[in-house]
């Protein structure tokens, strides 16, 4: 894999080309419709989940301080557990100057076959001066026949911090079920006051020639992007060279970006993937927030 940075958009005929935009919002069919808005403020040392306002089915369960009160985990829940064409979940979340705050989600999000409309998934996250989030959620599954337009912005004032991944999985690799029908728009972004610091776009067409060409993702059927934003230089070799006894060294590549660390996964099994992005943020993450890795309670369930 390469070390530059990889923007994909949409192209109606072959199904992908280098360009640097998504396409616009199309109207779609009535479906569910999830928001939930939170926001986090410290409190002396500590910080808690002071707002919170929901609308239809997502939710977060209470917060959990496994580490002590500096630090508020919370779990994202979609209690349908996945998506249909004409569904729409919005998370947002802002982080007040000094507060700290780790989301994650139970299980693997599921978006299945639409007969026709399109499912939209945003979220965006807003990152206060001294504030920091990680943002680390299972893997967005695509089923054959899926129709998903997803975007995640992180908008952050100078003194912020990130620290997250996403993981998509386009068919379902040990069912033997390949993403041959139907498209994934997905978006990745950090934004520092209004001036991009890394921005990935792809749109992926089932049987189109991204998904299969070597320049794109070479017939796997696993992707994942995980970023640290200001991580110390230092670690770049370190922790490439840890990683290899985690992944086969083909199916991932480690950039450094003038402001972001980039560690890319394209291959055959979401697990690895996952092992891969956790590794790093073990290793990262002492250094990054000045913290050891205190892995959330719902990942041993």
């Not at 409190?43 to 939710?59: K, M």
């Not at 100078?158 to 996403?166: A, S, V």
């Not at 299969?212 to 994942?224: F, H, I, R, S, Y």
Request: proline residues 7%; positive net charge; hydrophobic residues 45%.
């Amino acid at each position: 894999m390469g070390t530059g940075r990889v923007v994909i958009a949409p192209d109606d005929h072959d199904g992908g080309v280098l360009a640097s935009h998504l396409p616009g919002s199309t109207p779609q069919a009535d479906g569910w419709v999830g928001e939930l808005s939170l926001g986090f403020a410290a409190r002396g040392d500590a910080t808690v989940l002071a707002r919170r306002r929901r609308r239809g089915p997502l939710t977060v369960q209470r917060p959990f301080y496994p580490e002590g009160a500096s630090v508020c985990q919370v779990t994202l829940l979609h209690p349908p557990g996945g998506l249909v064409g004409g569904d729409r979940l919005e998370l947002t979340a802002a982080l007040d100057e000094g507060a700290q705050a780790l989301i994650t989600t139970p299980a693997a999000g599921k978006v299945y076959r639409s007969a026709g409309a399109t499912a939209e998934q945003r979220q965006g996250f807003h990152i206060a001066h001294r504030a920091s989030l990680e943002w680390l959620p299972q893997e967005t599954i695509l089923f054959s026949g899926a129709r998903l337009r997803s975007r995640t912005r992180v908008d952050l004032i100078p003194g912020g911090r990130f620290l997250g991944w996403e993981i998509v999985c386009f068919g379902r690799p040990h069912g033997a079920e390949r993403f041959d029908a139907g498209h994934g728009g997905i978006a990745l972004e950090l934004w520092e006051s209004g001036a991009p610091l890394f921005v990935e776009r792809g749109r992926y067409v089932g049987g189109g020639a991204l998904m299969t060409a070597p320049w794109g993702l070479a017939q796997q059927p696993v992707m994942g992007t995980w970023l640290a934003l200001d991580a110390p230089p230092r670690l770049t070799e370190s922790l490439r060279a840890e990683l290899v006894a985690v992944a086969d060294p083909a199916h991932w590549g480690l950039s450094r970006l003038p402001r972001v660390l980039a560690l890319r996964y394209r291959g055959p099994s979401a697990a690895e993937a996952r092992a891969l992005f956790v590794k790093a943020w073990t290793l990262v993450r002492p250094a990054l927030l000045g913290r050891d890795a205190i892995s959330p309670r719902i990942w041993a369930t």
